[in-house]
């Protein structure tokens, strides 16, 4: 078992921060940290994703639809699906891709 600890939000001018975290076997952890008003475009990957919120409110849109976006909401996406965050609050996101077919980190 393997534990991370999520930093928290750091203070800065930047209206996003995305901060890779330590690398797994399986998948690769990206914590990603919003300004209320930004928003970020997440192109299509080959790989599939999860987001969730740890943080703040938000949304996502893909695919022509949109959820709402609180903390412990969990979102997937599959390999090559974009999606756009924007925060409606500073929002504070982990998005898990898994490289391979296993999902297991």
């Given at each position: 078992m393997t534990t991370i600890?999520?930093?928290d939000?750091?203070?800065t001018k930047q209206q996003i921060l995305s901060t890779i975290l330590p690398p797994q076997k399986r998948c690769r952890l990206?914590?990603?940290s919003l300004k209320a008003?930004?928003?970020f475009q997440r192109h299509?990957?080959?790989a599939s994703a999860t987001i969730q919120t740890i943080s703040g409110q938000?949304?996502?849109s893909s695919d022509g639809k949109q959820a709402a976006l609180r903390p412990g909401t969990l979102c997937s996406l599959h390999a090559g699906q974009a999606?756009?965050?924007s925060a409606e609050t500073d929002?504070?996101?982990l998005v898990s891709e898994y490289l391979t077919s296993s999902i297991p980190c």
């Open positions: 600890q999520l930093a939000a750091p203070v990206i914590q990603h008003g930004a928003s299509g990957s080959d938000g949304m996502i999606s756009v965050l929002l504070v996101v």
